[in-house]
């Protein structure tokens, strides 16, 4: 699964390392880039709930790999784009192709493991972010340099085309591969089958399941919805400019544009794994969300005032980049530690649809921002605002034992 996300994230995010050079080669703007960047998650938002549903009818097996499936032959037919038309048109389809992802994922992993270890499972599962971003910057940047002119198709129409290959096998591997539910695991003997039952059995006794009505009147998951579209406005003004920030500090080529975009993803996959296991040792949720985006805010605003300063601005970046990926993770604990069957796949649905939303005005505004100014530092300003945004709300509507509230 961790595979999975992490060519699932490298085939939404790798427009940006594309703008390098489709920018120049289409003849687009900033704005026209933000825009198609952005609307991918008009797709995803409007079948992200309908896809989960699918998921909880049909199980995670068949229904992950159509999704993977169809997403990667999507993402290789950005090779083709020649117009913003076009480009808007593949993009939107491929948010709808791949909704129900990652909410479909995290709502497997709560039939698998039992609330008081889910901060360090989730957070494992969305290192595939931070590895995406690591391995694939690197690769990205080496494909356009490498395979750049070679029968007669731009370094970026051979990056979307080989990236996407990895998702169609990898569907392929799931249908084959991926067990529904623990009685149906054949690596599992009966003993351990119970023993792992069992453990669920004890959450289920203290939550009470839903329907998906239920999640649509549940006022914690419009408030979680909140908290989690300020969240993932800084992981997309990451994943989206992360390249362009660098390329500003100096850099050029794409294979080193690459290079130095892979030190922070590598400082936030490790980060990410310890705040995991941080946040369930110590059975906390709400600080170990709030300090990471205080950390992460603060961080990206000093990266953007120290840009006549290249390596305190990487410097200030990584520990940007680490911080904003921190908070996802652990603030997917809160909901799925009160939400349960039906209520369950539809509020994680709901949250991350809405959530998502932000990656498409936060690349877009960003872009918008930048035709304008001529700079990216006002844009990486919001974004950082936002971020320390989702910290603030989580100290208001959180408890202590992680029951989310709406504040009185």
């Known amino acids: ?150 029968f007669d198709l731009s370094g970026w129409q051979w990056m979307f085309l080989i990236e996407a290959i990895p998702a169609v096998l990898l569907g392929v591997c799931v249908l084959y591969f991926l067990d ?54 800084g992981l997309y003004g990451i994943g989206f400019w992360l390249p362009t920030i660098i390329a500003e500090l100096g850099i050029e080529q794409p294979l080193r544009i690459g290079l130095w975009s892979a030190v922070p993803y590598t400082v936030a996959a490790i980060a990410m794994v310890l705040a995991g296991r941080s946040a369930d040792r110590h059975d906390e949720r709400r600080w170990h969300v709030a300090i990471p985006a205080f950390v992460g805010a603060l961080a990206l605003t000093a990266s953007v005032m120290l840009g006549d300063q290249p390596a305190a601005a990487l410097a200030a970046l990584t520990v940007a980049t680490a911080g904003i990926l921190c908070v996802p993770p652990l603030f997917w604990s809160i909901p799925t530690a009160y939400l349960r069957g039906a209520a369950a796949a539809a509020g994680i649905a709901i949250i991350n649809s809405f959530g998502n939303l932000a990656g498409f005005v936060s690349p877009y505004a960003i872009g918008w921002i930048k035709d304008t100014t001529h700079s990216t530092a006002a844009g990486m300003y919001l974004v950082a605002g936002f971020v320390c945004l989702s910290g603030i709300l989580v100290i208001v509507g959180v408890p202590t034992r992680n029951r989310l509230r709406t504040p009185d």
């Not at 950005?78 to 808007?88: D, G, M, R, S």
């Open 180 to 233: 529904d539910r623990i009685d149906q695991a054949r690596w599992l003997s009966a003993r351990e089958k119970q023993l792992l039952e069992e453990d669920l059995r004890r959450d289920a006794d203290t939550t009470a399941a839903g329907s998906s009505a239920d999640a649509f009147r549940d006022a914690r998951v419009w408030f979680a919805c909140l908290i989690y579209f300020c969240a993932v406005t």
């Open 1 to 150: 699964m961790i595979f999975g996300y992490i060519v699932a994230y490298l085939d939404r995010v790798n427009v940006g390392f594309a703008k390098l050079q489709m920018l120049d080669d289409l003849q687009f703007s900033e704005t026209v880039y933000g825009l198609g960047a952005g609307i991918f998650f008009i797709g995803y938002f409007l079948l992200e709930v309908p896809s989960n549903m699918m998921l909880y009818r049909l199980g995670a097996r068949l229904w992950i790999a159509r999704i993977m499936i169809t997403w990667g032959m999507l993402s290789a037919a950005t090779l083709f784009v020649t117009t913003p038309a076009e480009f808007y048109t593949v993009r939107f389809l491929l948010g709808a192709a791949e909704a129900g992802f990652f909410p479909g994922i995290i709502y497997y992993l709560t039939n698998w493991y039992p609330a008081r270890l889910r901060s360090r499972i989730t957070a494992a599962f969305m290192t595939g972010i931070a590895i995406s971003g690591a391995i694939g910057s690197a690769l990205s940047g080496w494909i356009m340099q490498t395979f750049d002119g070679l």
